[in-house]
Nanobody
Framework: QVQLVETGGGTVQAGGSLRLSCAASGLTTFNMYAMAWFRQTPGKEREFVALIGQTDITYYADSVKERFTISRDNNRQTVHLQMNTLKPEDTAVYYC??????????????????WGRGTQVNVAP
């Protein structure tokens, strides 16, 4: 049974930093999966934040470029999202996701095979 468990959420002042982690278990071979972060606010669709591929190639949403960094530790089967210079509009539930294949539309939720339950991030003005 595959499980993705996100940790590291919380409340921070604007301009601050948080580091999210996602621990994976049950994936046959962790390094064969692309890992991504999405986020969602009430009443809105889940939106793509960042992806790190099997070869460590990375993609970011324009809204988080230069502020967020995604990384992975294959030995620990963990993916991280370092979030700097946080803004109130970054407030959301952040979800970890795993995909066996990276399609050109990697930013769409249906391209992902597994999801975590999410961790709440609040950025106060």
């Amino acid at each position: 049974q595959v499980q993705l468990v996100e940790t590291g959420g919380g409340t921070v002042q604007a301009g601050g930093s948080l580091r999210l982690s996602c621990a994976a278990s049950g994936l046959t071979t962790f390094n064969m999966y692309a890992m991504a972060w999405f986020r969602q606010t009430p009443g809105k669709e889940r939106e793509f934040v960042a992806l790190i591929g099997q070869t460590d190639i990375t993609y970011y949403a324009d809204s988080v470029k230069e502020r967020f960094t995604i990384s992975r530790d294959n030995n620990r089967q963990t993916v991280h999202l370092q979030m700097n210079t946080l803004k109130p509009e970054d407030t959301a539930v952040y979800y970890c996701a795993a995909a066996a294949i990276v399609y050109t539309d990697y930013y769409k939720t249906h391209r992902y095979n597994y999801w975590g339950r999410g961790t709440q991030v609040n950025v106060a003005p």
